[in-house]
């Protein structure tokens, strides 16, 4: 299985972490299947862009990018060019590594 390395973030793993998903998830199901609330208003549905990740490791290795994502990901703050939403960007058997924005446009935060 697939590690997801995530990068410290202060609000969601101020350490750190490191998960594992089989491939075929996405890296937001995996996330959240493993204690990390990230932020998902629309529910995995790629409607909004709050679970907007920067995939710093290994992201030709994810699902390619659809044009919905794509179009969602010019809202997202702190957009750069290895940019995913984690609803979408689904893990095949390669390793990954993620930083979760400090920020998102959700401006209330949902609790799920």
């Known amino acids: 299985m697939p590690i997801i390395t995530i990068l410290p973030h202060a609000d969601y793993c101020p350490e750190g972490a490191q998960v594992t998903a089989p491939a075929g998830t996405s890296v937001c199901e995996a996330l959240l299947d493993n204690g990390i609330a990230i932020e998902h208003a629309c529910e995995l ?7 907007h990740v920067v995939v710093r490791v290994g992201g030709a290795s994810l699902g390619s990018i659809e044009e919905a994502e794509e ?7 702190g957009l750069e060019a290895d940019s995913r939403l984690s ?17 998102t446009i959700n401006h209330a935060r949902e609790n799920h």
């Open 45 to 51: 549905s790629c409607a909004c862009t709050t679970c």
């Open 71 to 77: 179009d969602l990901l010019d809202r997202a703050w």
């Open 87 to 103: 609803c979408q960007a689904v893990l095949s058997s390669a390793d990954v590594t993620i930083e979760i924005p400090r920020y």
